[in-house]
């Protein structure tokens, strides 16, 4: 029996992690794999105290203090969450882990255009998240694909900051508020490119080119120095159907990071926080934390 079990082993998760370990809770922390998309950051320079640092090297950081704390590791894919008559109990395909209290901190993961090239050039050139990678494209040239409010919010953040901008979209699948529409528009350093979609990334040892394909399959070519994919993201199935979540899948808490299940809370990219970065994440897990114990305290 588990004081709290932990689902996730991303920054949220590890973080949770720490601080359920330093109030005495016995902890286990189930995971797929240590870091999530985190570790798969090339530089992370917005952490406070460090002034530059790998995402591999920041989480391997947090992970070796959390289990320097006692926190327990299990490597487990985790199906299905029930609730027990004094417990929760966590179904993963080797065993039944009995808990009094969990926290979801699973992350959601940036959906892919499943091209070629896409996989090769992640962190070289292909990118997910403006407010994360913005600043390493200072002064270079960026294409922007996607058609709803995020992605037209990268092209409005990156055109501050990068020589010249690409944005790449389907008309027939333009979502976005026509104000931002409008704001990119404006931009003098924003070149739109309608009725594309990104066809090929090329490069060496970082991105070079882009290969665009029309609705007739014409071919056009662009050179740049990276590409940012904003078409959407990916949450995992849900393990509870009695955990409320909102129409993108992600877990709806309230400020103590409590869902709509008693005993269950959450933090991270998971939760409908419209905040999607690693420093939020990691706060907003010692929150769930802390209120794990709380209400530990309470059925007592």
């Not at 797929?32 to 391997?60: C, F, H, M, Y």
Request: proline share 2%.
């Amino acid at each position: 029996m588990y004081d709290v079990a932990i689902i996730g082993a991303g920054p949220a998760g590890l973080t949770a992690g720490i601080y359920c370990a330093r109030k005495m809770l016995k902890t286990v922390i189930l995971y797929k794999e240590i870091g999530g998309q985190a570790a798969t950051a090339k530089r992370v320079e917005n952490w406070p105290g460090i002034e530059t640092i790998s995402g591999a090297e920041l989480i391997d950081k947090i992970y070796k203090q959390a289990k320097k704390l006692g926190c327990e590791f299990k490597q487990a894919s985790v199906s299905k969450i029930m609730c027990g008559e004094k417990c929760l109990e966590i179904a993963t395909e080797k065993e039944i882990i009995v808990a009094k209290a969990v926290i979801i901190a699973t992350g959601r993961t940036h959906k892919q255009l499943s091209i070629e090239g896409e996989k090769e050039f992640i962190g070289r050139g292909v990118a997910y998240c403006a407010t994360c990678d913005a600043p390493f494209f200072k002064n270079k040239v960026v294409a922007v694909t996607g058609s709803d409010n995020m992605a037209f919010d990268s092209a409005f953040t990156l055109a501050k900051i990068a020589t010249k901008i690409y944005m790449i979209y389907n008309k027939n699948d333009l979502t976005a508020d026509k104000k931002i529409v409008n704001d990119v528009r404006a931009m003098k350093n924003v070149e739109f490119i309608e009725d594309y979609r990104v066809n090929k990334i090329k490069g060496d040892k970082v991105v070079k080119q882009i290969e665009l394909k029309d609705l007739k399959n014409k071919t056009k070519i662009i050179d740049v120095d990276g590409i940012f994919i904003e078409v959407g993201f990916v949450a995992p199935e849900s393990m509870m159907p009695e955990i409320k979540t909102d129409n993108e899948g992600q877990i709806i808490v309230d400020s103590e990071m409590a869902t709509s299940v008693k005993g269950i809370f959450s933090a991270g990219d998971i939760t409908s926080s419209p905040f999607k970065q690693m420093i939020t994440a990691s706060g907003d897990s010692a929150k769930a934390a802390i209120s794990a114990e709380k209400y530990l305290k309470s059925v007592k």
